[in-house]
């Protein structure tokens, strides 16, 4: 805990030298060698993992998108919902306008991260595929959503969280919301490079046609991933600010993002199924498959992000509370001294 102190320093009337005995500070240029180490095996690290999560991206997309121009047109046109729901919690923050570079490194460690879920999910996919009917349900919980999680919190925790402008709890759901909108934008790519790429299509109608679904299908996706790793970046700001419990913290955010996450993963075949066969007996005419899945991602999404919205105006209340509370004070302090 922050405030904890040794025996001596809280027996210590302050009057004594303490250093080395029961505090330290730099002094020595030992002191400072130490000082200097330990900050450049904390970049070390920062920039080993970004390198490693830059080499996982290009061997995971490597040279095989034939048509870089269009597959991004079609990553753009997925990622607007999402880019839409991110905006939203960056406007609700009260404290301050967060910057733009802060923003943008964290979209773009979201991009990177990504790759090790990815990874990840690959390498243990197989052996929960040997389990039948559960198999892939545990997979969702124990693997999908912890890990996918904690790789968007990965990316605000390497840069934003480390920054003076990360000053506020509400922060964590800005940087969380932006790594999560990273996270989709590469997924969707992906995606969409996978079911478009095979049939060798010239830009046009018949690419459109080919890719326009699944860019509906990803743009439905991607706000769930701003929601969820919106819930989790707000704890990470609330961990920054409670230091005494910061793991626990950390841990609680992550468990909602995760099952959120996975709950999602796990439901929406069967969900949007129900709702298709429901709308096959009321609706007169044939219903595509894809406006059942639009129909469960929107209740579903449109739950969690309630949930969300409800969290954001609290600390937006109670900041306004406190601050008019204050104003009321100080104006009270001024008439007394007038």
Do not use: C
């Not at 709950?263 to 498959?289: C, D, E, K, R």
């Amino acid at each position: 805990m922050t405030n904890e102190r040794d025996p001596i320093e809280r027996a210590s009337s302050g009057s004594l030298d303490l250093y080395d005995v029961s505090t330290w500070e730099e002094r020595s240029s030992l002191d400072g060698l130490s000082v200097f180490l330990w900050k450049l095996m904390a970049v070390t690290f920062r920039s080993v993992i970004i390198l490693v999560a830059l080499a996982l991206l290009i061997g995971i997309v490597g040279f095989s998108i034939t048509s870089p121009l269009e597959i991004g047109v079609l990553t753009v046109l997925s990622v607007i919902p999402a880019l839409a729901l991110a905006g939203y919690v960056y406007y609700s923050d009260v404290t301050s306008n967060e910057p733009l570079s802060l923003l943008v490194a964290t979209f773009l460690l979201g991009v990177l991260t990504a790759n090790f879920a990815a990874l990840i999910n690959s390498a243990f996919s197989p052996y929960f595929q040997l389990i039948p009917v559960v198999g892939m349900v545990f997979f969702y919980y124990l693997i999908v959503g912890p890990v996918e999680e904690t790789v968007k919190l990965l990316a605000v925790r390497l840069y934003a969280y480390r920054s003076d402008r990360f000053d506020a709890v509400i922060d964590g759901a800005v940087y969380g919301a932006m790594a999560g909108l990273g996270f989709a934008t590469i997924e969707n790519a992906l995606y969409i490079t996978q079911g478009v790429e095979p049939a060798q299509l010239e830009f046009g109608a018949e690419l459109i046609g080919v890719g326009g679904q699944i860019t509906a299908v990803r743009a439905l996706a991607g706000p769930g991933h701003v929601i969820y790793s919106a819930f989790a970046g707000y704890y990470l700001g609330l961990a920054k600010f409670n230091n005494e419990n910061r793991g626990p913290i950390v841990v609680k955010g992550l468990l909602i993002a995760a099952f959120i996450h996975g709950t999602y993963n796990t439901t929406v075949g069967l969900g949007s199924g129900l709702i298709w066969l429901a709308m096959q007996v009321v609706v007169p005419f044939a219903v595509p498959q894809l406006a059942a899945y639009l129909a469960y991602v929107i209740l579903y999404d449109g739950f969690f992000g309630y949930l969300l919205y409800r969290k954001i105006k609290r600390y937006r209340n109670t900041y306004w509370a406190v601050h008019d509370d204050k104003t009321v004070r100080d104006e009270s302090v001024v008439e007394e001294s007038t």
